[in-house]
């Protein structure tokens, strides 16, 4: 499956970020869940957990914008 496809055929690729980090994910999700609330283990573990989120969210954003400044670069003219 393509993220998109332009009218002279240049095919771009789906982002498939969440799928390199899901057993990270996974992993330290189910860590979180084991600990007890309000406790600053707790409270560690939801760093963990927020600290991979943020890094797969800032490398979807990263090939988005690449793609898009791509086709930006390479066209004169952009229309709807």
Request: glycine share 2%; charged share 30%; proline share 0%.
């Amino acid at each position: 499956m393509n993220l998109f496809i332009t009218s002279d055929g240049a095919k771009f690729d789906n982002l498939r970020h969440q799928k390199r980090y899901e057993a990270t994910l996974a992993y330290l999700q189910r860590r979180l869940a084991k600990k007890q609330k309000s406790s600053n283990n707790r409270a560690k573990a939801k760093q963990n957990v927020a600290r991979l989120d943020a890094k797969i969210a800032d490398c979807r954003r990263d090939a988005i914008h690449k793609a898009t400044r791509t086709l930006v670069n390479e066209n004169q003219v952009m229309c709807d």
